[in-house]
């Protein structure tokens, strides 16, 4: 076989060298001034941490089976209180996603919708969670509009994506034939997009699955109102049970959501 | 008919698609338009139906000129003006069947074309479509199931359910190797025998323009170089309308068809 030579490398690959070195030493030193500045006790912190290990750690690992039922309830809601807020956001988003996609509505609404989307987005779950909390109620209500909001920021932004992808081409075939704005939407373009929408809202509704176990602690229903309640009573054992249950469940439907968008796309 | 007087077309970028056509094709006819990339072949097609809009000139559809379409009156002349793309351009999640049926979109209702209910007479013209190209056994397939060449048979079937009186071709076997080129050129050319529909294709392989065209038009940067029967056209013609000597690049070959 010949041996070749690789052609010389790009003449400004010195300056690049710089550049590198010059963002390297950048990056070090940041992390340095923040972990300086945090003014972390490093002795009393690792004391600590490795005196509770002993003591919390075994009894994790000892679930409190006498609580299941109590918690199997709890993890049910919130379940459902995912399920229902990521309904809402994959129907919420589907409008705003058509305004956002920049080849659907015009460029103006495509601002727009892009800030509508993105206002949305800034908000963490559980701020939206306490925000819910104060204005429904301390219920499941509340998470369920929490992750409903949350879910329409990210699922409009992906949606919208998936629209700007599709396949214009097959869009002028469809306005060539005679067909009118709506016509082209039920043919050219809902049959490129349906099946990647449902994967997206699947994959949020298992991200969901996460982000509801969390909001109890806010009191917006779920099981995090358990959650808290065991770690204020320092009640180990019930803890590993809740910590058990949400492996158990999330597993399932990571499992289940990974087979579901395999067989739709 | 379709009468091209003095049309002109600038981009907005400023590129000069069009420079001064002056043609005209009368019905019935089989015309190879022919010329290099960036000859300006594609938009004097798509001025046809307006996919592009020429910006000076007329351009006269059965004696209207449809310049000023909009709307309704753009629907109309779309609808009976067909077109078959280089990249065949179906929903390929969809159907054969479903894709078929798309050509029907311009005559049939919107709730009735949504909801997918199609008369008997639709549902049976669509069928006859795919057996006039050979595809009938694929109709409840997956467009992207099919093959390169199949798919354009597909798309010459979506073509035939709309019963146009003009079918537009751009580049239809640009993707194609030599013998599926032959099958879907001997397709269109017998469409355009068997139902008169006047047919106007783009091509850039010469050999294939002799071989069906009744009439040869030459573009060059914008301009028509080139008008005559195909009878009167030799590679000497092509050399003056490509602007340069014929290359082996410019012929597909395989002429001897199975």
Redesign the interface.
Known sequence: MDQYSLPPKPKNAFMKRIRNIVIAIAVVALYIWTFTSIDIDWGRAIERSLNNFQRVIPKLFSPDWGALGEVSLSMLETVFIAFAGSLMAAIIAVPLAFLAANNMMGKYFSIIGKWILSAIRAFPDLILAILFVVAVGPNAFAGVLAIAIGSTGMLGKMFSEIIESIDMQVVEAMQANGANRIQILFYAVLPQIIPEFLSYAIYRFEVDIRASSILGIVGAGGIGTMIIFAANNRNWNEMGMILLAIIVVVTIIDFASAKIRQKIV | MIEFKDVSLVYPNGTQGLKNINVTIKDGEFVVIVGLSGAGKSTFIRSI?R?VTPTSGSLLVDNEDILTFKGKDL?????????I?Q?Y??????SVL?NVL??R???VG?VR??LNMYSKEDLSLAYESLKRVNIEEKIYNRADELSGGQQQRV?IA??LT?QPKYILADEPVASLDPPTSHQVMTYLKKINKEDGITTIVNLHFIDMAMEYADRIIGMRGGEIVFDGPASEVSEKTFEEIYGRSIREEDKIGGADKS
């Open positions: 139906n996919l629907r109309k002349l779309r609808t009976k003006t067909g077109m793309f990249n351009n179906l929903v390929k999640r969809s479903k798309a050509g979109l311009g005559h919107t074309s949504i798309s979506r073509v709309q």
